[in-house]
């Protein structure tokens, strides 16, 4: 009889690799920490470059591993040791208190990447100023309907807020903030089209297929104002509104905007306890605490370790399309050693 097959993280990237798996009529145990399924795009309005809306297309994946007798699903659980080698794993699991262990031929890491909170950055007023909150955040007032309430408003997107920055964030680009900022610009314009949408860059990285063409979208047929420049304060001016300061590195002259809403886009950052599960696993991880792929460019769902393979978002900032692609990916590779 094969081993089971063992995901780990149950976001999108971990979705499909399970769903891979089980379709090539193996036995997988998809451990999730958290009581549901999804990760961070339990978190998302709407999905770019499309516009869809993102729980039916998540409800869709989840289907594919919940009522599935190939997938085994333990919430609420960690793997808190991992013995053996490749196509002979032993590995502990905390289920809810419970410790059980498993024979595994193959694991799949998918555990995903955190939000940062820019609480190092006082100098935007998160946390102290009302009418500045995170993508995140705003994606759950898209949600919610309450952008609705900047009527006649005008709201700021600032760009790279704790990526790029060599002093107090991470030096990488977070990749998709680019595109998700213009997704969220388009999306106020669409539900409140009397709003205004500045969004404020230092460069447009948006490198994936119809990404070009739809921060263009934004600009020509959403009318979203492009302002190039780093955001260097956001002054509370009373009355609901604040003040946005930046230089226009177009011109060189400083820009000041009054806003009612400002939206930072904050860095992705690997998971908080990312080193921790790579002790546990025995694999290597980057610098910053992303994976470590065996060689990034011709093995890039292999980890430093044989058998212990690599998907989504734990590896580096990713879009759910190159997520969902390596967890099919990794289960390919996982195929071998069940
Ligand atoms: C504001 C914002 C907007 C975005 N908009 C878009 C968009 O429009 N289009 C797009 O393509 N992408 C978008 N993204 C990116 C998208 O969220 C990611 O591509 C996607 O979530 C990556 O999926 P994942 O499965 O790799 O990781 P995650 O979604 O992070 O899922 C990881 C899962 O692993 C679990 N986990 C973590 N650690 C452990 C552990 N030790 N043991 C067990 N389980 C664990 C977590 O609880 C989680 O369920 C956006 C991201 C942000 C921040
Ligand atoms: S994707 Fe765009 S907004 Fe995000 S860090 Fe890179 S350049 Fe900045």
């Known amino acids: 009889m094969s081993k089971k097959a063992l995901v780990i993280g149950g976001g999108v990237a971990g979705i499909n690799a399970a769903a891979e798996l089980a379709t090539n009529d193996k036995s997988v145990i998809l451990v999730e920490k958290t009581g549901k399924l999804g990760g961070n795009v339990n978190d998302m309005a709407a999905t770019f470059p499309e516009l869809d809306n993102a729980q039916p297309l998540l409800d869709d994946q989840k289907a594919k591993v919940e009522d599935n007798d190939n997938v085994e699903i333990k919430f609420n659980s960690e793997v808190t040791s991992v013995s053996g080698k490749a196509g002979d794993f032993k590995v502990e699991i905390n289920e809810n208190g419970d410790k059980v262990t498993e024979e595994i031929g193959a694991v ?25 909150v995170t993508s995140q955040e705003y994606e759950k007032m898209v949600m919610n309907g309450d952008i609705k309430k900047y009527d006649g408003g005008n709201v700021a997107f600032v760009h790279c807020v704790g990526s790029r920055d060599q002093v107090k964030g991470y030096r990488y680009c977070s990749k998709i903030c680019c595109t998700y900022s213009a997704k969220h610009a388009i999306l106020l314009k669409e539900k409140v089209p009397s709003a205004n949408a500045f969004v404020f860059y230092i460069d447009i990285r948006a490198l994936g297929k119809g990404y070009e063409e ?8 959403y009318s979203v104002r492009y302002i190039r420049g780093r955001v260097s304060k956001v002054i509370n001016q009373g009355n609901n509104k604040v003040l946005v300061k930046a230089e226009n590195s177009l011109i060189g002259d400083p820009v000041e905007l009054e806003a009612d809403l400002v939206v930072l886009a904050s860095a992705m950052e690997p998971q908080k306890n990312s080193e921790e599960l790579a002790n546990v696993l025995g694999i290597e991880t980057d610098e910053y605490g992303f994976y ?6 011709m093995e890039p769902v292999k980890s430093s370790k044989e058998g212990i393979l690599l998907a989504g978002s734990c590896t580096a900032p990713l879009e759910i399309r190159e997520s969902v692609a390596m967890g099919k990916a990794a289960a390919s590779e996982g195929l071998s050693y069940l």
């Open 214 to 221: 739809f921060i263009r979208d934004a600009i020509e047929e």
């Open 292 to 297: 470590k792929e065996a060689q990034s460019n």
């Open 108 to 132: 799949v890491v998918a555990s995903g990447f955190n939000y940062m909170e820019p609480n190092d950055y006082s100098e935007y007023g998160y946390k102290r100023l009302d009418n500045v």
